[in-house]
Structure formats: structure tokens, C-alpha cells
């Protein structure tokens, strides 16, 4: 089945065709936005999220059937429920070439005020949950050709922010823990990377084309950052092309600039220097 590629992708890594991965987190934000450009790589999909309802609409809304996108409900935070589900997977006749942990929560707190129950949810959701489906599909992306784990990461354990330190120290943990398991599974054929996005413009952002402007500024590509730029990304850590790789944070953020380093502190600086 030929599926709609995203908007402006024109880039296909054929080796991608027929290949199984399982994403996290289908039903919204950049997930979401994924899937019709891993359909039109070729992929088949196991979909590993909440809301079953929801999912078969968007698989419906897609156009795929139940070869191109299987979908397992399953919610994250619930660590019994995330054992059965990856279970289920590895007890089932799919092979699986590769998995894209793309689920998180982010939620907002004071770092004084917080009780220990959002730590322990953002730490299940976002490392846990990708830890036991990680364990329990292993010796399936062993016996791949192209065996791939990919995490997704975030900026915000680079460069951090206030009142997310939960989802930072989340996504640190998964940077430490990319490379911890790459060296671990040395010699396996199975890559283990994590894609740090930056600013990602997706349906839940209600901003203003100032808001969008602003974020462009402080970026060196110049402009909003889309789920198509994170799409090359994920395929070349999925693929072939990618065999290479592991081990690696890869930040695709467009170039966020430093503050001190933004071109128009930079411009000023060159003006007093006498350069500009
Ligand atoms: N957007 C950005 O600019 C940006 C920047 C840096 C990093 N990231 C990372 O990129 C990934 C996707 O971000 P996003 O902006 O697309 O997030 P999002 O819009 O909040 O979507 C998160 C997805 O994860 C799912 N999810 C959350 N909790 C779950 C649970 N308990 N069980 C099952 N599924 C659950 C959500 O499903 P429900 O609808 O069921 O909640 C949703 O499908 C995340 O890892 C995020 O940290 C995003």
C-alpha cells in the first residue's frame, strides 16, 4: 500500500521497505506526525500506545491496514501493563528491526513543591517504560538483519530549563543509558542511539507567528523546526546508511545558538571591534 509521504520529504532509504518498528506514543505530537512518513519509507508499524479508539482512527485516517500499522494499547505508566504489552510483542510472530521510544510526559513543577508521585511518573513514562520494552523485544532485533533502538531525548537535559527537571533528568537518564547499552550490546548487530529534538513545531503549540519568530532567532537553520526534519534522522539511525552509528545523542535542534554567541551580540561585538 503506497502511503502519502510528509509534505516536502523526498528523501527514501529503500532498505527501510518492509522493515518492522515499534513506536511509542502514536496518538498526538510528533508520533503522530511520524507516521505516514515511516509508512511511505515502507516500514511496517507496531504502535505501542493509549487510547485504542483513538489509534484505530488514526490508523483509519492514515489508510493502513493492519500489516502496515499493529497497534497494541498499552499505557506507560502502568509498569505491569508495559511488561505484558512487550510480552505480547516478542510472544507474537512480528519481527521487530528496530524501536522508537517516542513517548514522554513533561509536566511543569516546582522543583521545592514536588511530590515524589510526578517524579516516579515521569521516570515510568519516559525510562522505565522504554527500559522493560526494550528487555522484552531484544532477542528479536538480535535475530534482525538491522537491529535498532532509538530513544528520544530532549534539549532540555543539555541545556536545561526551569520547572521540568523531572523530564530533564528523564532524558539525561536516557543519554546515559544509549550509552551504557550500545557498549553492552557490542558485537549484537543492534544499534542503540537517542535523538535529541529541539524545538519541534506540533499540533499541541498554540503559538503566535511572534512566538515562532522568536523561537526561528534562536536557531542558526533560521526557522521553525518540523516533524520532517526529524524524520531523516530516525530513518538514517533506522537504516542501513546508519549501521555505523551507535552509541551517539544526536541533537537535531537546527543549530540552537548560544546566547552570548546569537548574531546580534555577535554583530555588536564585531562593530566595536571595528569589523562590521
Ligand atoms: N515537541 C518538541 O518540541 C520536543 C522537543 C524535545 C523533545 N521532544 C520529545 O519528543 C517526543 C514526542 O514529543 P511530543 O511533543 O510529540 O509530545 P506529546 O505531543 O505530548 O505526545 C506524547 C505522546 O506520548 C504518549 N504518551 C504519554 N504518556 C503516555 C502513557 N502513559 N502511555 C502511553 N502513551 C503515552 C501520548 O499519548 P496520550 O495522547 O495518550 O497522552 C502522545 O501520543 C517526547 O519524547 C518528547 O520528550 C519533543
Redesign the pocket.
Known amino acids: 500500500m503506497a502511503m502519502k509521504p510528509i509534505s516536502g520529504v523526498t528523501f527514501h532509504f529503500h532498505d527501510l521497505a518492509g522493515k518492522t518498528l515499534i513506536i511509542?506514543?502514536?496518538?498526538?505530537?510528533?508520533?503522530?506526525?511520524l507516521l505516514p512518513g515511516l509508512l511511505a519509507q515502507g516500514i511496517n508499524l507496531i504502535a505501542?500506545?493509549?487510547?485504542r479508539e483513538?489509534m484505530a482512527a488514526i490508523r483509519t485516517e492514515l489508510g493502513a491496514d493492519e500489516s502496515r500499522l499493529r497497534l497494541f494499547e498499552?499505557?506507560?505508566?502502568?509498569s505491569a501493563a508495559v511488561a505484558v504489552t512487550g510480552q505480547a510483542i516478542a510472544e507474537s510472530d512480528l519481527p521487530v528491526d528496530g524501536i522508537l521510544?517516542?513517548?514522554?510526559?513533561?509536566p511543569r513543577h516546582h522543583f521545592e513543591k514536588a511530590a515524589p508521585a510526578p517524579w516516579d511518573a515521569v521516570f515510568?513514562?519516559?525510562l522505565r517504560?522504554a527500559v522493560t520494552l526494550t528487555q522484552c523485544v531484544l532477542p528479536q532485533l538480535r535475530q534482525s538483519a538491522q537491529g535498532r533502538i532509538v530513544f528520544?531525548?530532549?534539549?532540555?537535559s543539555e541545556l536545561g530549563g526551569s520547572y521540568m527537571t523531572a523530564?530533564a533528568a528523564s532524558?539525561g537518564a536516557l543519554t546515559g543509558l544509549t550509552r551504557a547499552l550500545a557498549h553492552e550490546l557490542q558485537g549484537s548487530g543492534v544499534t542503540v542511539n537517542c535523538i535529541?529534538?529541539?524545538?519541534?513545531?506540533?499540533?499541541?503549540?498554540v503559538g503566535t507567528a511572534a512566538d515562532d519568530a522568536v523561537l526561528a532567532g534562536w536557531q542558526s537553520v533560521g526557522r521553525r523546526?518540523t516533524v520532517a526534519d526529524l524524520l531523516g534522522p530516525v530513518c538514517l539511525l533506522l537504516s542501513q546508511a546508519g549501521g555505523g552509528i551507535s552509541g551517539q545523542c544526536l541533537t537535531v535542534d537546527g543549530g540552537v545558538l548560544h546566547p552570548l554567541m546569537s548574531r546580534d551580540v555577535q554583530r555588536g561585538r564585531l562593530q566595536s571591534d571595528g569589523y562590521a
Open positions: 511509542t506514543g502514536i496518538t498526538r505530537g510528533i508520533g503522530k506526525a505501542v500506545s493509549r487510547g483513538k498499552c499505557d506507560l505508566a502502568d521510544h517516542n513517548a514522554a510526559i513533561d515510568q513514562v519516559n517504560a528520544t531525548g530532549s534539549v532540555v523530564y532524558k535529541l529534538p529541539g524545538a519541534i513545531q506540533v499540533e499541541k503549540e523546526l
